[in-house]
Protein backbone atom coordinates (compact mmCIF):
# COMPACT_ATOMS: atom_id res chain seq x y z
CA UNK A 1 0.00 0.00 0.00
CA UNK A 2 1.36 3.35 -0.84
CA UNK A 3 1.97 6.24 1.66
CA UNK A 4 -0.75 8.57 1.51
CA UNK A 5 0.56 12.44 0.98
CA UNK A 6 -1.20 15.14 3.89
CA UNK A 7 -1.72 17.81 1.49
CA UNK A 8 -5.84 17.54 3.32
CA UNK A 9 -7.72 16.70 5.88
CA UNK A 10 -8.79 13.28 3.65
CA UNK A 11 -5.06 12.62 2.91
CA UNK A 12 -3.98 13.32 6.95
CA UNK A 13 -7.01 11.13 8.09
CA UNK A 14 -6.17 8.05 5.41
CA UNK A 15 -2.62 8.09 6.56
CA UNK A 16 -3.63 7.82 10.39
CA UNK A 17 -5.83 4.66 9.32
CA UNK A 18 -2.88 3.60 7.65
CA UNK A 19 -0.23 4.14 10.18
CA UNK A 20 -2.57 2.36 12.92
CA UNK A 21 -3.19 -0.38 11.30
CA UNK A 22 -1.05 -3.26 10.66
CA UNK A 23 -0.52 -2.80 6.78
CA UNK A 24 3.05 -0.77 7.54
CA UNK A 25 4.63 -4.47 8.09
CA UNK A 26 8.22 -2.72 7.91
CA UNK A 27 7.89 0.24 10.33
CA UNK A 28 5.63 -2.27 13.01
CA UNK A 29 8.66 -5.40 12.21
CA UNK A 30 11.58 -3.86 11.32
CA UNK A 31 12.08 -0.06 11.45
CA UNK A 32 10.56 0.44 14.67
CA UNK A 33 12.47 -2.41 16.70
CA UNK A 34 15.58 -1.61 15.15
CA UNK A 35 15.47 1.79 16.10
CA UNK A 36 14.30 1.24 19.85
CA UNK A 37 17.74 -0.71 20.07
CA UNK A 38 19.94 2.69 19.70
CA UNK A 39 17.69 5.16 21.77
CA UNK A 40 18.92 6.16 24.60
CA UNK A 41 17.44 6.05 27.86
CA UNK A 42 14.72 9.06 28.83
CA UNK A 43 17.13 12.45 30.18
CA UNK A 44 14.53 15.08 29.52
CA UNK A 45 12.67 16.23 26.67
CA UNK A 46 12.53 13.80 23.35
CA UNK A 47 11.10 15.91 20.47
CA UNK A 48 10.23 13.78 17.41
CA UNK A 49 10.10 15.79 14.52
CA UNK A 50 7.75 15.05 11.71
CA UNK A 51 5.95 12.72 14.46
CA UNK A 52 2.71 12.32 12.22
CA UNK A 53 -0.21 10.60 13.93
CA UNK A 54 2.37 10.01 17.00
CA UNK A 55 3.26 6.20 16.93
CA UNK A 56 6.73 6.73 17.22
CA UNK A 57 6.20 8.93 20.46
CA UNK A 58 3.67 6.60 21.81
CA UNK A 59 6.67 4.10 21.54
CA UNK A 60 9.33 6.07 23.29
CA UNK A 61 6.48 7.51 25.91
CA UNK A 62 5.62 3.62 27.20
CA UNK A 63 10.01 3.09 27.25
CA UNK A 64 9.42 7.05 29.73
CA UNK A 65 10.67 9.65 27.45
CA UNK A 66 8.63 13.13 28.17
CA UNK A 67 7.17 13.66 24.69
CA UNK A 68 6.79 16.61 22.83
CA UNK A 69 5.64 15.88 18.44
CA UNK A 70 6.26 18.52 15.93
CA UNK A 71 4.66 18.12 12.82
CA UNK A 72 3.52 20.58 9.86
CA UNK A 73 0.21 18.98 9.52
CA UNK A 74 -2.43 20.05 12.57
CA UNK A 75 -4.80 17.06 11.41
CA UNK A 76 -1.92 14.33 12.08
CA UNK A 77 -0.74 16.20 15.89
CA UNK A 78 -4.82 16.57 16.15
CA UNK A 79 -5.37 12.89 16.04
CA UNK A 80 -2.00 12.36 17.95
CA UNK A 81 -2.99 14.20 20.55
CA UNK A 82 -6.07 12.80 20.59
CA UNK A 83 -5.16 8.93 21.69
CA UNK A 84 -6.55 8.06 25.34
CA UNK A 85 -3.43 7.78 27.53
CA UNK A 86 -1.34 9.75 25.55
CA UNK A 87 0.08 12.54 27.08
CA UNK A 88 2.62 14.30 24.86
CA UNK A 89 2.12 17.88 23.75
CA UNK A 90 2.55 18.64 19.99
CA UNK A 91 3.56 21.90 17.86
CA UNK A 92 1.99 22.35 14.64
CA UNK A 93 5.56 23.88 12.66
CA UNK A 94 7.80 23.65 10.03
CA UNK A 95 10.71 21.22 10.93
CA UNK A 96 13.05 24.22 9.14
CA UNK A 97 12.61 26.35 11.77
CA UNK A 98 11.40 24.71 15.00
CA UNK A 99 9.88 26.88 17.71
CA UNK A 100 12.10 25.74 20.51
CA UNK A 101 15.31 27.37 22.28
CA UNK A 102 19.02 25.83 21.64
CA UNK A 103 18.74 23.03 24.15
CA UNK A 104 15.41 22.71 25.30
CA UNK A 105 15.51 19.20 24.35
CA UNK A 106 18.01 16.33 25.32
CA UNK A 107 17.13 14.37 22.32
CA UNK A 108 15.72 14.95 19.02
CA UNK A 109 14.46 12.03 16.66
CA UNK A 110 13.83 12.58 12.88
CA UNK A 111 12.81 8.96 12.04
CA UNK A 112 11.17 8.29 8.37
CA UNK A 113 11.05 11.52 7.54
CA UNK A 114 14.01 12.60 6.12
CA UNK A 115 13.02 10.69 2.94
CA UNK A 116 9.62 12.86 2.48
CA UNK A 117 11.72 16.42 2.75
CA UNK A 118 13.00 18.12 -0.22
CA UNK A 119 14.92 20.62 2.39
CA UNK A 120 16.99 17.43 4.14
CA UNK A 121 19.76 19.92 4.87
CA UNK A 122 17.96 22.22 6.42
CA UNK A 123 16.00 19.78 8.67
CA UNK A 124 18.91 18.21 10.23
CA UNK A 125 20.67 21.78 10.82
CA UNK A 126 17.69 22.94 12.54
CA UNK A 127 17.61 19.46 14.66
Known amino acids: MRKPGFTTRNDADSWVTWAR ?10 NLPAFLTIIP ?24 HDMLMVDHS ?10 PGFKARGLI ?13 SLVVLFMVLDTV ?8 EA
Do not use: K, Y
Request: negative net charge; contains cysteine; proline residues 5%.
Open 93 to 105: ADARHLPLLAGAA
Open 21 to 30: SNADSSFWNV
Open 118 to 125: PEMVDVVS
Open 74 to 83: ARLIEAATAM
Open 41 to 64: EPCGLTVDVGAGEGRLARALQARG
